[in-house]
Nanobody, 115 residues
């Protein structure tokens, strides 16, 4: 099982990034997929989630209106489009896949928002 995040980088406030989580080794389309983040000195927090059926999509309050989660079940990739980034969005962003007792995590990708 592998989950590999990419797309993180340093951007200025107001900028945009698109994160990707490329997966392998499990039946992606059945899994609930989520993005989490962990800022410096902070606890890990949920950013957005997308159910395996794609019928349920939820966002943390800070992400609503700025971030969009999506998935490509054929390519087995999870995405997070982030717009109007703020310094407080600085964090390591991690991809998570969950189904019943299976709980898989990637290593994360660093996003830094600074002027």
């Amino acid at each position: 099982v592998q989950l590999v995040e990419s797309g993180g980088m340093s951007v200025k406030p107001g900028g945009s990034l698109r994160l990707s989580c490329t997966t392998s080794g499990f039946t992606f389309r059945f899994y609930d997929m989520r993005w989490y983040r962990q800022g410096p000195g902070k606890e890990r927090e949920l950013v957005a989630g997308n159910s395996g059926s794609r019928t349920i999509i939820d966002y943390a309050d800070f992400a609503k209106g700025r971030f969009t989660i999506s998935r490509d079940n054929d390519k087995k990739v999870l995405y997070l489009q982030m717009n109007n980034l703020k310094p407080e969005d600085t964090a390591v962003y991690l991809c998570n896949g969950r189904l019943e007792s299976n709980d898989y995590w990637g290593q994360g990708t660093q996003v830094t928002v600074s002027s």
